[in-house]
């Protein structure tokens, strides 16, 4: 079945500094990936998706490629900042008939210190 | 605020007990999910309905129910509590079912079983 697997945290970080969050799938058929962040007390909430291969999905400085061959979609930002500490979900959608639901990985907590 | 709101947020109660989360979608959305965020397991699909009818069952538990009602409000029922039942649920609405779906997340209600 579709499965998300994504880097254990927590990750911490200095403001500015460069993040990437590791996301690889595994999956039948070309699914939808996305990024969701959850806030402290807050529900999740989309930060970004890719649909196909090679599209690149990007909000608030934050980008990841959704990359085919490697099976991977890891999310970047270049400079990070104090309010962007959260927890991380990649997640992906399958598109064919009984892979529809979303398929969320574990989580990363990002904690960035000023 | 991503309009969709559970119900209650906080619930503290004993093993063996049962109790009701409830969840109502925001305006329009038809299809509702159900997840269960723990934190050895991360985010864990329970169950999906879409405009009153079971589309999607995941990790679920005998012991829980759900259900979707006329006005597209949800609850999910958790009976026999165990101490492993505590965790964070979350409902999420959404108002297709194609590639272009998105889901909007509830802040959340954390369970306490004692």
């Known amino acids: 079945g579709n499965s998300v697997t994504q880097m254990e945290g927590p990750v911490t970080l200095s403001e500015e500094a460069f993040l990437t969050i590791n996301c690889t799938y595994t999956?039948?058929?070309?699914?939808?990936l996305f990024w969701y962040v959850q806030y402290p007390g807050e529900g999740l909430q989309l930060l970004l998706k890719a649909t196909k291969a090679d599209d690149k999905g990007s909000n608030k400085g934050f980008e990841a490629t959704y990359r085919k061959e490697t099976t991977s979609f890891h999310l970047e930002k270049g400079s990070v900042q104090v309010s962007d500490s959260a927890v991380y979900f990649c997640a992906l959608r399958g598109t064919t008939s009984g892979t529809y639901k979303y398929i969320f990985g574990t989580g990363t907590r990002l904690k960035v210190l000023a | 605020d991503s309009g969709v709101t559970q119900t209650p947020k906080h619930l503290i109660t004993a093993t063996g007990q049962r109790v009701t989360l409830r969840c109502s979608p925001r305006?329009?959305?038809?299809?509702v999910y159900w997840y269960q965020q723990s934190l050895d397991q991360g985010l864990q699909f329970l169950i999906q309905y879409y405009n009153g009818e079971e589309r999607a069952k995941g990790n679920i538990l005998e012991r829980f129910s759900a259900q979707q009602f006329p006005d597209l409000h949800s609850e999910l029922n958790l009976s026999s509590l165990e101490l492993g039942d505590s965790a964070l649920y979350f409902c999420?609405?959404?108002?297709?079912?194609?590639?272009?779906?998105?889901?909007?997340f509830g802040s959340g209600t954390q369970l306490s079983v004692l």
């Open positions: 305006s329009g959305d038809l299809s």
């Open positions: 999956a039948t058929g070309y699914p939808s």
């Open positions: 999420a609405s959404s108002v297709a079912t194609g590639a272009n779906e998105k889901l909007f």
